[in-house]
């Protein structure tokens, strides 16, 4: 990278690698992904194609007793082998942080502590050519000093002002000290530069304060902020000394590259509607009240996005900009469609001459907890080109596939990359709309859903409705997948490219001696497998956990061996087999014991129905299976078809009860008494086939779904109106 506009816009990747303090507690994004531990991940991202890595040098972890004491064992094994691959490190120092326990934001000699850490660090790597000593300052400063939400928790405009001036002299003083050693060291400066929309003349002025303030990081390091500057009272009226911004403008740092950070959550709304919006959104600035949303949640226009904010950037700065930031935490399809337009939006604006340099994939191994800023450690786990849950080696997801593309000069070719995202449709809206209303229509090659008066088959047409993927819902009378000239037929009208087959015979007991059991359950899903793999569409089926007899004590993974009991596995396990000898792209889920918010014949929503008619619940106890929530189900098998996983996937929810256990849950859940459920034997119930003792459900590819606890959590929260009417029937 040098001080020219490329050629080829260029990809760079980094890791999430925020160590934030949250009163005395670190919470360390490198440890939560495991990047910290493999090596070989530089391997993984160098193998996309790019260019640059924001590599996460953390004072925190690297020096957090001073540059004297510095553990440099785990960068130097690190810069080596990114040396040997070919990839130019961006040298992050604090990110989100606050430095080591010593020292804070609002502490005066933070910016030579940091400063003194820096020229270590430049004197260690003299060959780093591009540093990031201060990520996102003005964010930082915000959640910082004004929030409250880390440390050191100001909550003012005072503490905000101090947080930020001490970040800026602490990027001006490390970038000193690096070109002491490294004269030709560029600083890739990164902030969100998010922008606010009023929704009446009356909160402009709010609207505006926080439109100047977002540059407030950048505009300082170049200088800009003299006694012209539109902050420059607010500035002094909150601690800020004339002499340190007039030093500031004497002797700017500004960027090399400015570094353009958004997200969807950074366009931000200002209503003073407050009858609009619920209770919890109401705030205001002392002089008035309003609520502060996602712009994309109620305005009918669409956000700006990348292209607006590189735009204004590059407007108002003058200097060459990246997108040194693109992570979405969404569905897989979203992440790839928020990326590929990221790229695209990029590119356009090379096109009009801008001198943008490259996108950045930011959370390649996934990010923790941040649906509560950081602030607590539950392992809540967003994957991003990579998921690391559960697996002895990082899975690549559709979105490392998108970004190799990317990287090697290719065209992505994605079906779903043809859609709209979320935040292009009139589904983004939570809230009365204001202004006319702009949506994009879902487009793109379908998905074909088989099984159209089923549980599973609704559910999939009622997710992808959600997820913006185009699909079409067939009956048997659409696509009989038993008779080949109908499979030819249907796919050859929707040109799809995949099939969910949800359709099948399911009565376990009935299957014994009933001959269509094997016509639908095995000969049907042949038909449709080998003509799906003529014609190159990815096909979805399903399989169940009484493939399994019950003969292992812990729950079955992938490659257990199969020894169904009773006629219904039997069919299952021959499908199995045939359907990955002639197609073996095919993606077969192993699933159990459905339940969900959208039918009525499931196992706990009638348990549950009749615990409320104070009728006693039969159910097994000498069955141990891992019950399945329909909605997790769906998302996470329409996650590995996007991804391109392929083979035998067991998916259901983590836990194993027995069938009594399950309803007491349920009943417990939602304050009905316990003891309704009456524990029996299997065969006392009327059960005619065999089945298993113990069939409960684990994986070894990946822990792709919740656990039973947090299906349960979802279904009563997800289903709470839906609940209610079939109760009230039953009852």
């Given at each position: 990278m040098d001080r020219r506009s490329n050629d080829r816009l260029e990809l760079w990747a980094g890791p999430e690698c925020t160590v934030n303090r949250v009163g005395d507690r670190y919470l360390d994004q490198l440890r939560a992904s495991g990047f910290e531990r493999r090596l070989d991940d530089l391997d993984r991202l160098a193998g996309l194609g790019i260019t640059r890595m924001r590599f996460p040098l953390i004072w925190e972890r690297t020096a957090p007793d001073?540059?004297?004491?510095?553990?440099?064992?785990?960068?130097?094994?690190?810069?080596?082998?990114?040396?040997?691959?070919?990839?130019?490190?961006?040298?992050?120092?604090?990110?989100?942080?606050?430095?080591?326990?010593?020292?804070?934001?609002?502490?005066?000699?933070?910016?030579?502590?940091?400063?003194?850490?820096?020229?270590?660090?430049?004197?260690?790597?003299?060959?780093?050519?591009?540093?990031?000593?201060?990520?996102?300052?003005?964010?930082?400063?915000?959640?910082?000093?004004?929030?409250?939400?880390?440390?050191?928790?100001?909550?003012?405009?005072?503490?905000?002002?101090?947080?930020?001036?001490?970040?800026?002299?602490?990027?001006?003083?490390?970038?000193?000290?690096?070109?002491?050693?490294?004269?030709?060291?560029m600083l890739v400066q990164t902030d969100d530069l998010g922008y606010t929309t009023a929704a009446s003349p009356t909160?402009?002025?709010?609207?505006?304060?926080?439109?100047?303030?977002?540059?407030?990081?950048?505009?300082l390091l170049c200088g800009r902020v003299g006694r012209d500057h539109p902050l420059w009272d607010y500035l002094l009226q909150n601690g800020a000394g004339e002499a340190e911004l007039l030093a500031l403008v004497e002797q700017p740092c500004p960027p090399d590259i400015v570094g353009v950070n958004a997200y969807i959550t950074s366009e931000r709304f200002l209503d003073e509607r407050l009858a609009l919006y619920p209770e919890h959104l109401r705030g205001g600035n002392g002089r008035h009240r309003y609520v502060d949303v996602e712009t994309a949640r109620v305005h009918g226009a669409h956000i700006g996005g990348f292209a607006a904010r590189l735009r204004e950037t590059s407007e108002r700065y003058g200097l060459p900009v990246a997108i040194t930031e693109v992570h979405l935490g969404c569905t897989r399809e979203e992440q790839m469609r928020w990326l590929h337009q990221a790229w695209q939006a990029a590119q356009q604006l090379r096109d009009e001459g801008r001198d943008v340099r490259a996108v950045t994939l930011w959370a390649a191994f996934g990010s923790c907890d941040w649906d509560s800023l950081v602030t607590r450690e539950q392992g809540h786990y967003e994957p991003g080109l990579w998921d690391v849950r559960g697996n002895a080696q990082p899975r690549p997801t559709g979105l490392a596939r998108l970004a190799h593309a990317l990287g090697h000069g290719l065209r992505p070719t994605h079906p779903v990359l043809e859609g709209p995202g979320w935040w292009q449709r009139e589904l983004r809206l939570e809230y009365p709309r204001h202004g006319d209303l702009e949506s994009l229509a879902v487009v793109g090659q379908p998905l074909l859903i088989t099984g159209a008066t089923g549980t599973l088959g609704r559910a999939y047409a009622r997710l992808c409705d959600i997820r913006g993927l185009p699909y079409k819902l067939l009956t048997r009378q659409d696509m009989d997948i038993a008779d080949p000239a109908s499979v030819r037929a249907a796919l050859d009208r929707w040109q799809p490219w995949a099939v969910v087959n949800t359709a099948g015979y399911v009565r376990v007991d009935d299957a014994e001696d009933d001959p269509r059991c094997w016509r639908e359950n095995v000969q049907g899903p042949e038909v449709l497998a080998r003509a799906c793999a003529e014609r190159g569409v990815r096909l979805v089926t399903f399989s169940t956990d009484l493939v399994?007899?019950?003969?292992?004590?812990?729950?079955?993974?992938?490659?257990?061996?199969?020894?169904?009991?009773?006629?219904?596995?039997?069919?299952?396990?021959?499908?199995?087999?045939?359907?990955?000898?002639?197609?073996?792209?095919?993606?077969?889920?192993?699933?159990?014991?459905?339940?969900?918010?959208?039918?009525?014949?499931?196992?706990?929503?009638?348990?549950?129905?009749?615990?409320?008619?104070?009728?006693?619940?039969?159910?097994?106890?000498?069955?141990?299976?891992?019950?399945?929530?329909?909605?997790?189900?769906?998302?996470?098998?329409?996650?590995?078809?996007?991804?391109?996983?392929?083979?035998?996937?067991?998916?259901?929810?983590?836990?194993?009860?027995?069938?009594?256990?399950?309803?007491?849950?349920?009943a417990e859940a939602t304050g009905l008494d316990r003891r309704l459920v009456q524990g029996r034997p299997g065969r006392d119930l009327g059960q005619v086939a065999p089945r298993p003792r113990y069939s409960a459900l684990d994986s070894e590819r990946g822990i792709v779904m919740p656990t039973l606890q947090e299906g349960l959590e979802h279904y009563l929260r997800e289903c709470e109106v839906v609940l209610d009417e079939p109760l009230r029937q039953a009852a």
């Open positions: 001073g540059p004297a004491s510095a553990d440099w064992s785990w960068s130097d094994v690190r810069i080596a082998r990114l040396r040997e691959l070919g990839v130019r490190p961006i040298a992050g120092l604090v990110h989100h942080g606050s430095g080591p326990p010593h020292t804070s934001l609002l502490d005066p000699r933070f910016p030579q502590l940091l400063a003194e850490y820096a020229g270590a660090v430049a004197a260690r790597y003299p060959d780093i050519d591009a540093y990031t000593p201060v990520n996102e300052p003005l964010t930082t400063a915000r959640f910082s000093g004004l929030y409250g939400v880390w440390f050191p928790h100001g909550r003012s405009d005072r503490a905000f002002v101090r947080c930020l001036l001490t970040e800026i002299q602490a990027t001006v003083l490390s970038m000193r000290a690096i070109r002491r050693v490294n004269p030709s060291a909160l402009q002025y709010q609207a505006d304060f926080e439109n100047q303030r977002r540059w407030l990081g950048h505009d399994f007899d019950g003969a292992k004590a812990a729950p079955y993974v992938e490659s257990d061996e199969t020894r169904p009991l009773g006629a219904y596995g039997r069919t299952k396990r021959e499908a199995e087999q045939r359907l990955l000898s002639v197609a073996p792209d095919t993606l077969m889920v192993r699933t159990a014991a459905f339940f969900g918010p959208w039918d009525r014949h499931n196992f706990v929503t009638l348990a549950l129905a009749a615990m409320r008619r104070g009728e006693p619940w039969p159910a097994a106890n000498d069955q141990w299976v891992s019950p399945t929530y329909v909605p997790h189900l769906v998302r996470a098998s329409l996650d590995l078809l996007v991804d391109g996983e392929r083979g035998v996937w067991h998916l259901a929810n983590r836990g194993a009860v027995s069938w009594a256990e399950l309803a007491q849950m349920a």
